[in-house]
Antibody, heavy 125, light 109 residues
Framework: QVQLVQSGAEVKKPGASVKVSCKAS????????INWVRQAPGQGLEWMGW????????GYAQKFQGRVTLTRNTSVSTAYMELSSLRSEDTAVYYC??????????????????WGQGTLVTVSS | EIVLTQSPGTLSLSPGERATLSCRAS???????LTWYQQKPGQAPRLLIY???SRATGIPDRFSGSGSVTDFTLTISRLEPEDFAVYYC??????????FGPGTKVEIK
């Protein structure tokens, strides 16, 4: 079955960078965009950006522009999210998710399914 | 940028009751762009409804989605114990590509 497995929890100091991996299985890796979403403790979901594994093209939420980098290694079917200049507010669970796409009511659309299990990143001095 | 508002923030109901969750967009959106997810504590979100009203594979038919323009609704016809969770609506768009609502928590009364 289609599955995304993320790397383990991380603890980082303010100002450092973190790189989270997301390994895909059960489908052709280059077929679907991978998106990243984060969730601060007790808060809602926040979309960070997308990456096309075939082309390597990316797009980022304005809030994270210049601080987040999405990459991939197609040989191991793995996507990566690197967030730099970490601050305490970046403490959150980070999720990767496959963007499914289809035409609904004759209109192209996308949604996320499935999601990875999440990676907790804690930023603390 | 379109903003999604969900109401109520918390819904207190008993098993067997009907739950009606609202997601409102700050401006008109294409019906096809609206998605609903369920999230339980300590778990990743799970897809429920895409295209505003299409149930995802494996989702029970007690879950239904409806709405258009700016007002969308997720209805759970009869709450089962496993349905108590947080529900998020999501919008697919151009800039930003995806936006989430703040969520509605459905809790046991």
């Amino acid at each position: 079955q289609v599955q995304l497995v993320q790397s383990g929890a991380e603890v980082k100091k303010p100002g450092a960078s973190v790189k989270v991996s997301c390994k895909a299985s059960g489908y052709t890796f280059i077929s679907y965009d991978i998106n990243w979403v984060r969730q601060a403790p007790g808060q809602g979901l926040e979309w960070m950006g997308w990456m096309n594994p075939y082309s390597g093209n990316t797009g980022y939420a304005q809030k994270f522009q210049g601080r987040v980098t999405l990459t991939r290694n197609t040989s191991v079917s793995t996507a990566y999210m690197e967030l730099s200049s970490l601050r305490s507010e970046d403490t959150a669970v980070y999720y990767c998710a496959i963007a499914r796409r289809d035409t609904v009511l004759m209109v192209y659309t996308e949604w996320f399914d499935p999601w990875g299990q999440g990676t907790l990143v804690t930023v603390s001095s | 940028e379109i903003v999604l508002t969900q109401s109520p923030g918390t819904l207190s109901l008993s098993p067997g009751e009907r739950a009606t969750l609202s997601c409102r967009a700050s401006q008109s959106v294409r019906t096809s762009y609206l998605t609903w997810y369920q999230q339980k504590p300590g778990q990743a979100p799970r897809l429920l409804i895409y295209g505003a009203s299409s149930r995802a594979t494996g989702i029970p038919d007690r879950f239904s989605g409806s709405g258009s323009v700016t007002d969308f609704t997720l209805t759970i016809s009869r709450l089962e114990p496993e349905d108590f969770a947080v529900y998020y609506c999501q919008l697919y768009g151009s800039s930003p590509r995806f936006t989430f609502g703040p969520g509605t928590k459905v809790e046991i009364k």
